[in-house]
């Protein structure tokens, strides 16, 4: 049964989906079989994975939210799979406000297919909404990603604060953990430095070693259709991302 991984923070900006992308990749290049699941409906993992125009895709996960037959998975590359999202998706509270317990509604999707992958990786929107509950009511691991800063910060907590509710409800999904923390666009300075330290002290068994270096070149290869490791791959940051991947598959292998 495949492992279901949600990356999420509050704020945007803070290389989220960059680093979803990064470690879905890094793993498929290893050999597991990889689902991604775009639940941002600003689409931007949807755009760097695969080479369809947004207008292209046969359905998206807005699509099958509302009527499951219409559940699409492309296969994009090698190993890799997705379920693609769109700008439509934002109406998400509004188009399913008369469907009982649509809070489930990602679980249910994604129960038939658990079995085909080795890791199913949901990307979620910068926000605490419905779509980011379904995401973690549906997920065996949760992996929070920051930039080194107040804002960001603050974002994360408030995921930590939500996670922590629907880990403590019975009905809703008390087993899925807290895998890991990963720190992105890390410049060495002294604000930076105080909260990579705070996340460290404050979650230990969460924070995922080494921080990703700032690096122009990670955020251009989403935009070339490329993997990090395609577009820069002797780069820092690249490198980092790939000791990343491989500390956080031991945590999160079934």
Known sequence: MGQVICF???????????????????????GKKILFVDLDSQANLTTMVSPLAPEDHKATIRDAFLDRSK???????????LVPSELS????????????GREYLLV???????????????????????????ALIASDHL??????????????????????DV???????????LSGVVITKYERNKLSDMYVQKVKTELPDAFVEPAISKATRVAQAGSFNQS????????????QYLEVAKRLQ???KA
């Open 228 to 239: 990090i490791f395609e577009y820069d791959p002797h780069g820092k940051a690249t490198k």
């Open 8 to 30: 999420a923070n509050n704020k945007g900006g803070v290389g989220k989906t960059t680093t979803a992308v990064a470690i879905g990749q890094a793993w498929a290049r290893g």
């Open 89 to 100: 998706l934002s109406n998400f509270d509004r188009d399913t406000a008369s469907i009982t």
């Open 167 to 177: 880990r403590s409800n019975e009905r809703l999904n008390p087993n899925i953990k």
């Open 108 to 134: 249910d999707l994604l129960k038939p297919v658990r079995q085909l992958y080795d890791y199913i990786i949901i990307d979620c929107p910068p926000a605490l909404g419905l779509i980011t509950y379904n």
């Open 71 to 81: 559940f699409n998975i492309e296969n994009v590359a090698k190993n890799v799979d």
């Open 250 to 252: 031991k945590r999160v």
């Open 143 to 164: 992996v929070m990603v920051a930039t080194p800063d107040g804002l960001a910060y603050s974002g994360m907590v408030m995921v930590a604060n939500l996670y922590a």
